[in-house]
């Protein structure tokens, strides 16, 4: 079983081990259902380490959703002094809550 994985979601990548909470972007799942992410960029256990090009093929993450919510309001706010002109535009980004409940694949 491998103990070490390095996934890609939503555009990023991230590092995860069985049990770790982390927040990613929007994925589907009501919270207390099961996802599975099959882009597994890296496994590794002990000192064994198998790189995917680009995946590992036949790896997937399993992860449980905890939670969907969304993150602080972030304000993007434009001005021109002397010209009368101002736009203040807000936005919320969507984001899910998973822990990561096991890593198969691999060897």
Do not use: C, F, N
């Not at 090009?53 to 449980?64: F, I, T």
């Amino acid at each position: 079983m491998p103990t070490l994985a390095v996934i890609r979601t939503g555009g990023k990548q991230y590092k995860v081990r069985e049990g770790d909470t982390l927040v990613v972007e929007r994925l589907a799942g009501e919270p207390g259902s099961s996802t599975e992410i099959s882009d597994v960029l890296l496994l590794a256990h002990d000192s064994k380490v198998q790189v995917g090009k680009p995946v590992v093929s036949g790896a997937k993450v399993v992860a449980e959703v905890l939670a969907q919510d969304r993150a602080p309001k972030v304000v993007a706010y434009k001005y021109r002094r002397r010209e009368g002109y101002h736009r203040k535009v807000g936005h919320r980004q969507s984001r899910t809550r998973i822990k990561i409940k096991a890593i198969q694949g691999g060897r």
